[in-house]
């Protein structure tokens, strides 16, 4: 799932592609934006580790989870 985060004075955004759950990356979002934490903390599908503060955001855009399809096929 693609995950797009806006940062406060930075000219392009973050986008990662996260293998969280749509929800958990909504509650990583409500949790920051309501105080429960300083910063939003992400995992993307190698495994690095995003972490913004709070403070600096400006938008988190949350993609649809969207599933591989492997093999050939028609089109």
Do not use: C, W
């Not at 995992?43 to 709070?54: E, F, K, M, P, S």
Request: net charge negative; aromatic share 2%; glycine share 10%.
């Amino acid at each position: 799932m693609e995950v797009k985060i806006g940062v406060h004075n930075a000219t392009r955004e973050l986008i990662l592609e996260s293998t969280q759950t749509p929800e958990e990356v909504e509650k990583a979002v409500m949790d920051a934006l309501g105080g429960k934490s300083d910063v939003l903390d992400l995992t993307d599908d190698r495994g690095r580790r995003v972490i913004v503060a709070t403070a600096h955001l400006t938008y988190v855009e949350i993609g649809e989870q969207i599933e591989r399809r492997v093999g050939f096929g028609a089109l």
